[in-house]
C-alpha cells in the first residue's frame, strides 16, 4: 500500500510562488504516472498536471490550460518525491491540492478515477 503525503502549502499573495512536495513510502513512482489535482470549496476535485514516464524513458507532461505555463511537476532520482511548482499565483488557484499516483494502463489519468493512491491534500490560499 502506497502512502502519499503532501507538504508545502500555505498563504500566499498574487504573483507569488510556491513548490508543494509529495513524499511517497511503501512504494514509489516508477510504474505508475503521478499527478496534482485541487479541490476548492464548492467545486469538484479537478485535474492540474501529470507527470508519465514512457516505455523508452521518455517523461512526458501535461498540464491543465488554466495552469499551463505557470505550473511544473517534476519527480526526484528515487522516485519517490513528487514535485509541484507554482509561479505567478491567482487567487483562483486557492484550494486544497492532492498528489495522486497508482494509475492503470488504459485508465483516464486526467480523472480521479484513474488513481488508487491520494495523499491528505495540502491547502493553498492566494490573497489578492
Known amino acids: 500500500q502506497v502512502q502519499l503525503v503532501e507538504s508545502g502549502g500555505g498563504l500566499v499573495q498574487a504573483g507569488d510562488s510556491l513548490r508543494l512536495s509529495c513524499s511517497a513510502s511503501?512504494?514509489?513512482?516508477?510504474?505508475?504516472?503521478v499527478a496534482w489535482f485541487r479541490q476548492a470549496p464548492g467545486k469538484e476535485r479537478e485535474f492540474v498536471i501529470v507527470?508519465?514516464?514512457?516505455?523508452?524513458?521518455?517523461?512526458?507532461?501535461q498540464a491543465a490550460d488554466s495552469v499551463r505555463d505557470r505550473f511544473t511537476i517534476s519527480r526526484d532520482a528515487a522516485k519517490t518525491m513528487s514535485f509541484l511548482q507554482m509561479n505567478s499565483l491567482k487567487p483562483e488557484d486557492t484550494a486544497v491540492y492532492y498528489c495522486?499516483?497508482?494509475?492503470?494502463?488504459?485508465?483516464?489519468?486526467?480523472?480521479?478515477?484513474?488513481?488508487?493512491?491520494w495523499g491528505q491534500g495540502t491547502q493553498v490560499t492566494v490573497s489578492s
Open positions: 495522486a499516483a497508482g494509475t492503470t494502463p488504459g485508465g483516464n489519468w486526467f480523472s480521479r478515477y484513474g488513481y488508487s493512491y
Open positions: 507527470l508519465w514516464q514512457s516505455g523508452d524513458g521518455q517523461v512526458h507532461i
Open positions: 511503501g512504494g514509489t513512482f516508477t510504474d505508475t504516472a
